[in-house]
């Protein structure tokens, strides 16, 4: 957490300031008994009343001033930990930009989105209440000990002792009830689990009347819950009653010696009234205490899984190399590829070439590793063996920025970004570029009825994700946004899953007609889609098991014949191999 | 606006009720409030005497203050046991109450007809079942725990004080307005802000996941610097609100600690005021300045309580929606047990419409002999689904008839008209518990070497052989241990073992993988042997091997025959064969 102190450098101001109002506040609060002491022993006992007026005004303007700095503190802190957070998401941020996919992967990609929004709010509140409380809470509780010694050294050691025990005694519990409470946690995850199986498998469930069967399974799942609860529940109401009596008991000592002492006139009756007063003032903060101490224990927590983020820097060395003059041609030798996390290999030993303008068709089933190769043709990953290249060198002597300008990846699973149709498609085509040019790369793409069903048209709004479009326009635009780069190697990843047979046909054309200089990767799971390549490489788990074209893979390719078998007339894929 | 607290007001009498089951807690958890609550207060007039007895030097009685000592004691250790008690009955009540209605709303799940389970978002009624009985619990528990003790102490207290002396009760009484109006102000100022501050962190959210997902993207168009700007401004309109919004929810604690300052201000004025008068003692006044500092933290409490129970009744009221609609209508009372069944099915002008006046099928009649395989083909949303929602009776039709072996499926019940099809669909569902559990459900009598006998059919058994415990291995509910593969294997073997006369399968419309893809076919072509089968089929080997192709489109059946004969028609059938086979 501490590594995280250099966000707070532009508002040292507000860090000192925050505290110090805090500690003014708490001294005036303090105070407060003293003068009460005061009163009762010189003013009430002596009939001066001119003394308690003069007392209650000095208390009136105490509490005033004291009001102020309170308000004060309150806002120094939430400008420095408002700055403090800012600060630090924007730099984290942009260090995720900056790191490559295999590192996000590492750091797991699913949870950047809550290291950032999360996280980062969870050190900030800490930050937050530390200035608040940091220096008030030990201030007021470690004060009324001093106070206590003031008066008294016997009754001073009477809190020492009693202030270490209730200590003691809050952080127990806490610690305790915190560790059961995620045994709470994780019951309730079970049955929200649980719940959501049943839901999904409704159909199953009556088609073979297993209702009774589920109840009883949630049924014991739901105990186990309550159980857990109440066992959570005996813990934590043990908080209040043992601190109470805590705090009580050392009252009762406070009085017991402070009965003696004033019976030997050591004491007096105001300063007993004065202790009593900061012995219940303990008690509050003390609590307050235990609390902040939780808060940052958590943030600290969040402070690490940040540090984990910046901690991680660019595993993806860049290449010195312009890849604007090399020409599209592309080709892999023996390229293996293993995932950060995973022990196997996603992809082993591939090799296939295009030169310029040609087309490879890659087929397969989920999971053996299209969309890996589609990635390492792009160098979204590196590959752990092999070479991937393209124009005749290795892509990874080129500069990132012009590889990526030289070549054009479409994800089955498409990424629109919120903004317009304009930006999104401005993504590839530059900011300069006139509309006429977006709009020709959208009919290129069969996307142009997508602009012409928005009264809008290319001003129309895309929403986050794109989650206003359908599957089939965000596909098309994708794939407009990828040919507005006019790029020399076009990758598509099963780009036309979700267009329907008719518009996948029309788009077929375009890209074998109108894109001639363009190097294409076809990847699919249709052979349909595929099988007019120059040439096909057949992919099964992770192996290439076939490199050839449609008719000679037909013949040699035990694998790619029963992908044929189960998708085209039987006559076409027969008069082939052994019969 | 006066519905909804009309609504509320129903939901608030209906959480009664439900705790009504519990009288004989909710009277102990009253008397051990009482107790609490007074003991609490009797302390600080304890300790008030017992100062009083403490005058100064050689004025001491000791045997007085040894006395109110014991007497402090005694409150003490009743306050803290008796508070221990409450926390844990209250506890017991609310979290046996939330038990309950988690059981009654997983057991309503089992009985909604699927037209409601269909058309709310799986995600919502899971959370309903959880969290917002969750939620309510913790607005139960801290009403009980908190509510009765806040407002007894808050009327002992003023009695308490009364008993001590009415003018400066007054005192008190009259600052204490001020508390609430400033905390109202300042409360509306905050929620304003914290709205915006909730908008704006939704904002800074939808971005954040937006971009991380689609990093690859970002990267691959080099959109980093443009992305982290977007972030950048939306960061700042969030610093720029949360200011504020933390501002001013920080204030609230300053002033009302400053309020009861105040009051506490008042009565040490008034009180030592009277005392110099002799009107009141010096351990009377100590007894009142310590009500003064505990009398205004009820207040607080009370109006946390008061908004967490908005919030967990708004919670209860989701509940009991769910806990209030209509369940699946209760099979005919004259309906008949389906024995066994030769597997004629016939369906007549049936008509039906998820939203009524939007009709999905229009009209659908068919007829399927013992043994017949029926593929149906067609683009996405002709009804295709549908059909098989009628057939298992997920649904009812609007108007039509759909027969088993000539007897309308009205007068059959449900159960054993489920029990005569065996359904295979595109994502295999896997119970929690061992294979051989899940491979039994369709018929829990069977024997092991049945149950090994079905897996083998199924072309399941190499790979369940190969599992750790082989039969007995413990599947994950969903089975995430398997490949999807493997599940549909397991499905098959479960009806297999079944051995249903009728079979509906739902054809993968994508490759698993090719060669567990190969198994899965020969498994379900097994199957089928002999059996009146209904797939909706996406291979062409399936439908060229069919008796019947039902060719649909918009809810209507356009085309019917073999494959050759529609083939030679060269309508609708062939357009869609033509565009998805052949390639262009």
Redesign the interface.
């Known amino acids: 957490m501490l590594r995280l102190v250099r966000y707070l450098r532009d508002y040292v101001k507000e860090c000192v300031l925050a505290p110090l109002f805090k500690l003014l ?1 708490a001294a005036f ?1 303090l105070a ?1 008994p003293l003068i ?1 002491a005061q ?2 022993d010189e ?2 006992r002596a ?3 001119g003394l ?2 003069r007392s ?1 005004i000095l ?2 303007v105490l ?2 001033v ?2 102020v700095c ?2 004060t503190a ?2 120094f ?3 420095l ?3 403090f ?2 600060r630090l ?2 730099d984290l ?2 260090h ?3 790191l ?2 295999a590192d ?1 992967d590492e750091l797991g ?2 949870t ?2 809550t290291r ?2 999360n996280d980062t709010l969870q050190v900030q509140n800490g930050v ?1 209440m530390f200035f ?1 409380l940091i220096l008030r809470s030990p201030f007021v509780v470690f004060g009324s000990m001093a106070m206590a010694f003031v008066i008294d050294g016997t009754q001073g050691l009477i809190f020492l002792v009693a202030i270490v025990a209730l200590f003691a005694i809050v952080f127990l519990v806490m610690r305790v009830a915190i560790r059961r409470y995620a045994g709470v946690q994780a019951a ?1 995850d079970r ?21 009774g ?3 009883a ?3 014991e799942e ?2 186990a ?2 159980g857990l ?2 066992a959570v ?2 813990v ?3 908080m ?3 601190t ?2 805590g705090i ?2 050392c ?2 000592a406070v ?2 010696t ?3 002492q ?4 050591t004491l ?3 300063e ?2 004065a202790l ?2 900061y012995v ?1 003032q303990v008690l509050v903060e003390l609590i307050k205490l235990a609390d902040l101490i939780v808060l940052l224990s958590r943030s600290s927590a969040s402070a690490e899984r940040l540090n984990e983020v910046f901690d991680t820097s660019r595993s993806m060395a860049d290449g010195t190399q312009d890849a604007s003059g090399a020409d599209g041609s592309v080709a892999f030798r023996d390229v293996s590829f293993c995932y950060p996390l995973s022990s196997t290999p996603s992809l082993s030993h591939v090799s296939f070439e295009a030169a310029p303008g040609e087309t490879v068709g890659v087929i ?5 590793g299209k969309t890996t190769l589609a ?1 390492l043709l ?1 160098r ?1 990953y590196d590959a752990s063996e092999g070479e991937v290249i393209l124009g005749g060198r290795d892509i990874r002597d080129y500069s ?2 012009t590889l ?2 030289a070549c ?2 479409v ?1 089955q699973d498409v ?4 903004g317009t149709i304009e930006s999104n498609l401005r ?2 085509a530059g900011p300069d570029a006139p509309a006429g040019e977006l709009e020709r790369a959208a009919a290129l793409a069969q996307a142009s009825d997508v602009l012409a069903s928005k009264p809008e048209g290319l001003e129309a709004a895309v929403e ?2 794109g989650r206003n479009l359908s599957g089939g326009q965000r596909q098309r635009l994708s794939i407009a ?1 990828a040919l507005a ?1 006019k790029p020399r190697l076009l990758v598509l990843d099963d780009a036309s899953s979700a267009l ?3 518009t996948e ?1 029309r788009l ?2 375009v890209l074998s007609h109108d894109l001639s200089g363009t190097t294409l990767v076809v990847i699919s ?1 249709r ?2 889609a595929i ?2 390549a120059d040439r096909i490489v057949v992919l ?2 992770g192996a290439q098991v076939g490199y050839g074209t449609h008719d000679e893979l037909l013949d040699s390719c035990p ?1 790619y014949r ?2 044929c ?6 006559e076409e894929v027969s008069g082939h191999g052994e019969d | 606006m006066a519905r909804t607290e009309a609504a509320s007001k129903g939901t608030v009498r209906r959480t009664m009720r439900l705790m009504g089951a519990y009288r004989a807690e909710i009277v102990g958890v009253a008397i051990l409030s009482v107790i609490v609550s007074s003991t609490t207060l009797v302390l600080p007039v304890l300790s008030g005497r017992a100062v009083d007895a403490i005058v100064g030097p050689g004025d001491v009685d000791m045997l007085v203050v040894e006395r109110y000592l014991a007497w402090m004691a005694a409150a003490i250790v009743t306050t803290a046991a008796s508070q221990w008690m409450l926390t844990d009955l209250s506890n017991k009540l609310v979290y046996d109450l939330s038990r309950d209605l988690r059981t009654k709303a997983f057991a309503k799940i089992q009985r909604l007809p699927l037209s409601y389970l269909d058309s709310h978002p799986s995600g919502d009624l899971v959370s309903r079942v959880a969290n917002d009985v969750d939620l309510l619990s913790n607005g139960l528990l801290l009403g009980l725990q908190q509510m009765l003790t806040g407002v007894l102490t808050i009327v002992l207290t003023l009695v308490f004080m009364m008993g001590l002396d009415v003018t400066v009760t007054l005192v008190a009484l009259c600052i204490t307005p001020l508390s609430f109006v400033i905390a109202a102000a300042i409360a509306r100022r905050s929620y304003v802000y914290f709205n915006k501050q909730n908008e704006s962190r939704g904002a800074l959210t939808a971005l954040v996941k937006e971009s991380m997902e689609g990093l690859p993207t970002i990267h691959d168009y080099g959109y980093e610097d443009e992305t982290r700007e977007r972030f950048e401004e939306l960061d700042e309109d969030f610093r720029a609100v949360g200011i504020k919004a933390t501002f001013y929810a920080s204030c609230v604690n300053p002033t009302t600690r400053f309020v009861n300052m105040l009051i506490y201000i008042g009565v040490c004025l008034v009180a030592s005021l009277r005392a110099v008068a002799g009107l009141v003692t010096v351990g009377e006044i100590t007894a009142f300045l310590s009500y003064a500092n505990q009398y205004t933290k009820p207040f607080n409490d009370i109006s946390a309580v008061v908004s967490e129970l908005q919030a967990s009744f708004a919670c209860a009221a989701r509940v009991f929606d769910l806990l209030d609609q209509a369940e699946v209508e209760p099979d005919a009372p004259e309906a008949r047990e389906l024995g066994h069944v030769e597997g004629d099915v016939a369906l007549e002008d049936v008509r039906f419409s998820y939203v009524p006046g939007r009709e999905v099928l229009h009209g659908i009649t068919l007829h399927a002999e013992p043994g017949m395989t029926i593929a149906v083909v067609g683009p996405t949303g002709c009804g295709k689904t549908t059909l098989i929602n009628l057939l298992m009776r997920f649904y009812d039709p609007d108007s039509g008839t759909i027969s088993v072996d000539g007897t309308p499926v009205g007068d059959i019940t449900r159960a054993s008209l489920r029990g005569n099809w065996g359904m295979v669909l595109q994502d295999a569902w896997v119970a929690g518990g061992t294979v051989a559990d899940n491979i039994r459900m369709g018929r829990p009598e069977a024997t092991d070497a049945e149950v090994a006998e079905a897996a083998r059919a199924a072309l399941a058994a190499p790979f369940i052989e190969r599992l750790p415990e082989g039969y007995d291995t413990v599947l994950e509910p969903g089975g995430s241990q398997l490949s999807a593969g493997q599940r549909q294997l397991l499905c098959i073997a479960r009806v297999m073992l079944a051995r249903p006369r009728m079979l509906l399968l739902d054809e993968a419309t994508s490759s698993i993988d090719t060669r567990t893809e190969l198994r899965v076919q020969e498994a379900i072509s097994r199957l089928m042997e002999g059996r009146t089968s209904f797939v909706v089929a996406h291979r062409l080997s399936t439908i060229r091997s069919a008796d019947q192709i039902l060719a649909m489109r918009d809810g209507r059946i356009v085309e019917r025959g073999t494959h050759e004969e529609l083939l030679a028609k060269d309508g609708f059938y062939a357009s869609i064969y033509k565009a998805q086979f052949e390639s262009a």
């Open positions: 506040e609060g407060v009460v009163v009762i003013g009430v009939g001066d009343t308690i007026t209650v208390m009136v509490t005033v004291g009001l309170a308000i309150q806002y802190a939430a400008k930990s408002a700055g957070g800012t998401r924007d941020f942009a995720i930009m900056s490559a996919q996000i990609g699913p950047l989105i950032v929004t937050f608040r309730l049955i929200v689990r649980r719940t959501q199986e049943n839901l999904d498998g409704v159909r199953s469930i009556r088609a073979f009347r297993r209702e069967a589920e109840q399974a949630f049924g739901n105990d819950l309550y609860q109440v529940g005996k934590s109401a043990l209040n009653p043992l109470y009596m009580n008991l009252l009762i009085i017991a402070g009965a003696v004033v019976g030997v006139g007096q009756q105001g007993v009234v009593i007063n219940s397969g089933g989920t999971g053996s990635r792009v979204t990132l920025a990526r300008d054009s990846v994800e990424r629109m970004f919120s993504m590839g986050e994700g946004r780069r329907d047979f008719a046909a077929r054309h799971q052979v349909s099988r007019h099964d788990d694998v029963q992908i078998l189960s998708q085209l007339p039987e």
